[in-house]
């Protein structure tokens, strides 16, 4: 029974975070909308890691064919845009173009509702992007199971720190994804915390060491904090556009960490 619970569980992660075509369980109430973070908050670093897999297998696959480094990262990191529908991305660029360009509380949640892209918004993406592709390509010349496991790591409990951020902030607005999923609660929230931490400290100390793996959840901790302050000043409490954003950052900030004790390791 536990087990059955968890695979549905994991299977509603999966599809809310990514295209992969799963069947809705029989008993779902709704199939298409957000997912309870109350139930399913423990499976979200889960599905991330699952979503990282993805990503880490073209890596290690373009490497073994002989692909240049950079040209492996590109394909790794374009697998994971495709894979999620570029979901998290978008709320990256939304979040950029609200904090940046609107002069109130009201407007920059107006400006984050908005389907356009701004230059902020423009800008972000390509950052994020580069940033990704660069640290992807720098892990991959210490060797290919760094560069993999890194990644797998990074998409986990990057994804616990944007569930993090819903629960420490109210919703901004109560029209929105974020609000309709709920606050996760504190049990729920630390859970997703803890099996993200876990799984990222159980694949990277073994390849990495124990202060890579140490810097590296310290990293996006301080992400959350920073990314919790601004939103907090900038509209109020946060949206499911900012938790996209939170992910984003803590996993260029995970793959930073990484990089850098890994090559004193």
């Given at each position: 029974?536990?087990?059955?619970?968890i695979l549905e569980d994991l299977n509603a992660a999966l599809r809310f975070y990514s295209r992969i075509p799963l069947p809705p369980p029989a008993n779902e109430p709704d199939a298409f909308g957000p997912p309870p973070l109350a139930r399913i908050g423990y499976a979200i670093p889960l599905a991330g890691s699952l979503i990282?897999?993805?990503?880490?297998?073209?890596?290690?696959?373009?490497?073994?064919l002989g692909l240049p480094p950079l040209v492996c990262a590109a394909l790794a990191v374009t697998t994971l845009v495709l894979v999620t529908g570029a979901f998290h991305e978008d709320g990256l660029a939304d979040t950029a173009d609200g904090f940046g360009g609107g002069a109130t509380r009201q407007r920059k949640l107006e400006i984050m509702r908005d389907s356009r892209v701004g230059s902020y918004g423009a800008?972000?993406?390509?950052?994020?992007?580069?940033?990704?592709v660069a640290l992807l390509e720098g892990l991959l010349a210490i060797g290919p199971a760094m560069a993999a496991v890194a990644l797998i790591a990074a998409e986990g409990l990057s994804r616990s720190a944007g569930i993090l951020l819903i629960e420490f902030l109210p919703a901004a607005r109560m029209d929105g994804a974020s609000a309709a999923a709920g606050q996760p609660g504190p049990k729920a929230a630390g859970r997703a915390g803890i099996v993200g931490a876990l799984v990222a400290a159980v694949l990277l100390v073994p390849v990495a060491g124990v202060s890579a793996a140490f810097a590296?959840?310290?990293a996006v901790l301080l992400a959350l904090f920073v990314m919790t302050r601004l939103s907090r000043r900038m509209i109020g409490g946060q949206t499911g556009d900012v938790?996209?954003?939170?992910?984003?950052?803590?996993?260029i900030a995970f793959?930073?960490?990484?990089?850098?004790f890994a090559r004193v390791h």
């Open positions: 029974m536990m087990q059955q619970r990282g897999a993805i990503g880490a297998v073209i890596l290690v696959a373009t490497h073994l800008c972000a993406l390509v950052l994020s992007l580069l940033l990704r590296a959840i310290l938790a996209g954003a939170v992910q984003q950052v803590a996993e793959l930073l960490a990484v990089l850098i």
